[in-house]
């Protein structure tokens, strides 16, 4: 059985052999959450409205603002965040971003490191930070429909003690009932994600 988890934070065992756990402070509702990617985000697949952010949203009682642009990339992404920070100041920023940069074909290693600049510079604004895996692209997961993550994730979250909500949004798009074409969820995978969000995030302590 494919495990829904996240990534907590770098060097997990030594923390825990340590007796320390790292932990996230609860929002309240009402908290001003950013939502910062791409297409996915924004919601391209679905009706207005049936994107993860709102759903998400009713589920917590946040104001989550829809950050996310079809088509933008991790690169692109380094330049827009900033702006975007000053003018919501969110106490919480989650970021699904990368597929696009994939899709073109950039070095993995590139894009973790312009991840990595959006992280820091959520931190900088005084923001929390949590980052949802986005699938490879590979000949596996074509040939079997089951994505997986690319592994920078999973690496940027050990590096920089994140927490990597992980194979929410893979499973979504392995399942076929669940997406409007290749890389978008429908409303129905949208809902689905919405719902591992807000389970992964409650048990990261962000929701009361």
């Known amino acids: 059985m494919r495990r829904r988890t996240f990534v907590a934070f770098a060097a997990a065992a030594l ?3 340590c007796g320390r756990k790292p932990k ?5 509702a009402g908290a001003t959450v950013l939502a910062f990617g791409d297409s996915v985000t924004y919601g391209t697949g679905a009706a207005p409205g049936e994107d993860w952010p709102t759903r998400l949203a009713a589920r917590s009682g946040w104001r989550i603002v829809n950050a996310g642009v079809p088509g933008d990339t991790a690169e692109a992404g380094r330049q827009r965040i900033g702006p975007l ?8 920023v989650i970021v699904e971003i990368g597929g696009n940069d994939f899709l073109r074909r950039r070095p993995q290693a590139a894009v973790k490191e312009d991840l990595r600049a959006i992280v820091a510079a959520a931190r900088a604004a005084g923001a929390q930070v949590v980052l949802v895996a986005v699938p490879e692209l590979s000949l596996l ?9 690319a592994p920078i994730y999973a690496e940027l979250g050990d590096e920089e003690k994140l ?3 992980a194979d929410v ?3 979504t798009l392995g399942d076929p009932a669940l997406r409007a074409d290749a890389i978008h969820p429908n409303a129905h995978g949208y809902e689905r994600m919405a ?3 807000h389970a992964a995030l409650r048990r990261l302590g962000l929701l009361r």
């Not at 996230?24 to 309240?28: D, I, S, V």
């Not at 997961?141 to 993550?149: E, F, L, M, Q, Y």
């Open 15 to 17: 923390l825990a052999g």
């Open 24 to 28: 996230l402070a609860a929002l309240p």
């Open 85 to 92: 920070l000053d003018e919501h100041r969110p106490a919480l």
């Open 141 to 149: 997961g074509a040939v079997t429909r089951k994505p997986s993550d």
């Open 163 to 165: 927490p990597v909500v």
């Open 169 to 171: 949004f893979a499973d």
């Open 195 to 197: 719902g591992e969000l």
